[in-house]
């Protein structure tokens, strides 16, 4: 089973993620820090404040191999971010193409309950590979809702609450 922990941009997914991982179980790092490690490296364009829709096309391409390998090793792998997440800054972006973006959408599925990090300012934090603010922050989130359960997946939103405390909650809802 595939299941994805998305949401808030500096609402602790990385860090759940982190835990998860560090109980043993299987997981996938954000691709968009990734893409944006690689691209400030080699000096590349596509970073989300210079050209966000190479990035988010980037995202997406990550995100479905990910998936792909994912699906093969046929363990529970937990994500952070998806194709959704790329999927819904590409509606945002060029929303002419909103149909055909979102016909990806079916073909490529996760569990069916996503857990979603909901807006915590208390936590949120500028680093070098997340340079918008909060505002964009809790933007993104409301677009990402809205795209997720468009695409058919049910929301559970995570708690507000320690590390520990996120993790057994997230572990209580697998299936």
Known sequence: MLYVISGCSGGGKSTLIDALSERGFNTSKEPGRQIVREEQTSGGEALPWNNPVAFSERCAELSEQLH???SQSGKVVFFDRSLVDAISAL???EP???EAY???LQQIRYASTVFMAPPWPEIYENDPERRHGFEEAVA???R???TYARAGYSILL???SSIA???NFVLRHVE
Do not use: G, M
Request: net charge positive; charged share 40%; no cysteine.
């Open 68 to 70: 792909d390998s994912a």
């Open 91 to 93: 509606i945002h972006l």
């Open 96 to 98: 002419d193409r909103a």
């Open 102 to 104: 979102s016909q990806r």
């Open 140 to 142: 993104e989130y409301d």
């Open 144 to 146: 990402l809702v809205v």
């Open 158 to 160: 995570l708690p507000k």
């Open 165 to 167: 405390k996120r993790t």
